[in-house]
């Protein structure tokens, strides 16, 4: 049985990692990134605790600027520096291997920004190697808890509707006609969206009901806005309830059939000849418009690659002695979503799962 937040954290690190530098370094049992992750999770409950009071509740209002003044918090700022620190000691250890990395992301962002391979001679004196090494702790920062709670999400209900996951392995084993997993058919078959309609719905309905985080990234109102009988004065600051967006009765569901948004229901996700719906305007997991999430796109390939590889090797289901499950049928067993003390959306922690090798 595998506590699903333990084991997904350093295995998505690890990809995410190879992404960010072409390394491949396995994190699972390295003690170099426990470190990194206490800073990691010491940033995101210090930048939470500062600004959810101020975005839910109203309790003071922003700067004129429309920023929130984390300046006062050691919390915030120390694990950032921390992160940052190590980061960059990674990065001058390795660097010579990463910049013989083209498609890294790392290589192409020093690329654009220094000469040669040193980060004294920058193209631009306003971009310097401090500069960088934010940018890519941002990037870290943005992406391991998000996709870890999605991740977390989609096993843990993927054992609860084995009809599904029954489903979604059929979709697969149509499309490896070699019984092998590939990773190019796979990412032909989603160009195509054509025979991964369940396996594609699922992991959308499990982003509608679990997005990774309840509130859109906040904005300011430029002028006194008006929305129905409400005002947002000029200057204040105001996030998207994604949740309440997520749960609305008048998108999701089918209220002929007793479905109610708080479902999952794959018909959310499928036009009326049962095929996967690219567009769904109503769906804002990675926010909206120009602003919207700019790593969206990995997130999803990640999701599926992952998702995938799960679902091929490994049928999944509850362990039978854990006591949230323990005695009951599987139509009883209630995933509920829960709102986690740094802001994300997930199922209870504790249930576990048994991955059995098919």
Not at 91 to 113: C, G, P, S, V, W
Not at 121 to 135: A, H, Q, R, V
């Given at each position: 049985p595998i506590n699903v937040t333990n084991f997904i954290k350093p295995v998505h690190f690890s990809i995410l990692l190879y992404t960010v530098t072409g390394l491949d370094f396995d994190t699972v049992d390295d003690p170099i990134w426990t470190s990194f992750y206490k800073a990691q999770d010491g940033a995101t409950v210090g930048l939470t605790q500062k600004?959810?009071?101020?975005?839910?509740?109203?309790?003071?209002?922003?700067?004129?600027?429309?920023?929130?003044?984390?300046?006062?918090?050691?919390?915030?700022?120390?694990?950032?520096?921390?992160?940052?620190?190590?980061?960059?000691?990674?990065?001058?250890?390795?660097?010579?291997?990463?910049?013989?990395?083209?498609?890294?992301?790392?290589?192409?962002?020093?690329?654009?920004?220094?000469?040669?391979?040193?980060?004294?001679?920058?193209?631009?004196?306003?971009?310097?190697?401090?500069?960088?090494?934010?940018?890519?702790?941002?990037?870290?920062?943005?992406?391991?808890d998000t996709t870890n709670c999605t991740i977390h999400s989609l096993l843990i209900n993927i054992c609860r509707y084995q009809d599904i996951q029954q489903k979604m392995y059929n979709e697969l084993a149509a499309i490896f006609t070699n019984g092998e997993y590939d990773a190019k058919i796979l990412q032909d078959e989603l160009r195509k969206n054509e025979n991964l309609n369940d396996f594609q719905a699922f992991i959308h309905e499990i982003l509608r009901l679990f997005l990774p985080a309840y509130l859109m990234f906040p904005r300011v109102a430029k002028k006194d806005i008006k929305v129905n009988d409400y005002c947002i004065p000029k200057g204040y600051c105001f996030a998207i309830n994604a949740i309440g967006v997520h749960y609305n009765d008048n998108y999701w569901g089918d209220k002929g059939n007793n479905i109610g948004p708080d479902q999952v229901y794959l018909n959310n996700f499928k036009d009326d000849n049962g095929r996967f719906k690219k567009t769904n305007n109503n769906l804002v997991t990675f926010g909206a418009g120009p602003r919207m999430c700019p790593g969206w796109q990995f997130a999803m390939k990640e999701l599926y690659i992952l998702m995938a590889h799960f679902i091929w090797r490994y049928k999944m289901v509850f362990d039978p002695k854990d006591k949230n499950v323990k005695g009951k049928k599987l139509e009883d067993i209630e995933i509920k979503a829960k709102i986690t003390d740094n802001q994300f959306v997930l199922p209870d922690p504790s249930i576990k799962v048994l991955f059995i090798k098919r």
């Open positions: 600004s959810a009071p101020i975005l839910l509740f109203g309790t003071e209002p922003p700067k004129s600027d429309g920023m929130i003044d984390y300046n006062d918090d050691t919390q915030i700022f120390s694990s950032l520096y921390k992160m940052c620190e190590w980061t960059e000691e990674f990065i001058d250890k390795h660097n010579k291997i990463i910049l013989e990395n083209k498609n890294a992301f790392f290589t192409r962002l020093f690329r654009d920004n220094f000469n040669n391979d040193s980060f004294d001679e920058p193209k631009n004196k306003n971009y310097t190697k401090n500069e960088l090494m934010f940018d890519i702790v941002s990037i870290f920062n943005a992406a391991i």
